[in-house]
């Protein structure tokens, strides 16, 4: 696999919850990956009613080895199973991080592992154009109303 992009929960559930779980694997075809760690958390929110239970059905997910399992381990603990187990295997596989939490976007550049989020999917959508900016927009917009704590209401100024 060439390098592969770890998706966390904080992008599995953004993308979910305005069906655009496809949009990752346009981008990025049998590249995108996350981790059994994340994929539990997913499943805690799924049960609970929060996210779509079948939203992710070809997400490929994979187990860590003794390696990372070990490298997550040494990780802050202010950091979750998820978020730990993400940036080993990111490290170690040499992948880029795709998440929205401020902690685990500062772990990974210190560890120099490209981080990215779902602003940063959303623009590479419209740049590539997978999406048109208004719809991306109004898609930003649908994540806002569902929780999604952006830092910006539009992408205007990032494509």
Known sequence: MNRPILLDNTVLSNLALVEQTDLVFRLWPERVITT?????????AAQAGKLPPHAWSDLTVVELTAYEKASAAAFASRLGAGERSCLAVAQTRH?????????TRHAAQRLDIPVSGTL???VLAVRRQLLSLDRANALLADMIAAGFRSPLAKLDTLV
Do not use: F, T
Not at 36 to 44: L, S, T
């Open 120 to 122: 940063g999917i959303l």
């Open 95 to 103: 992948g880029l991080l795709a998440s929205d939490d401020a902690d």
């Open 36 to 44: 059994r760690e994340v994929w539990r958390e997913y499943e805690v």
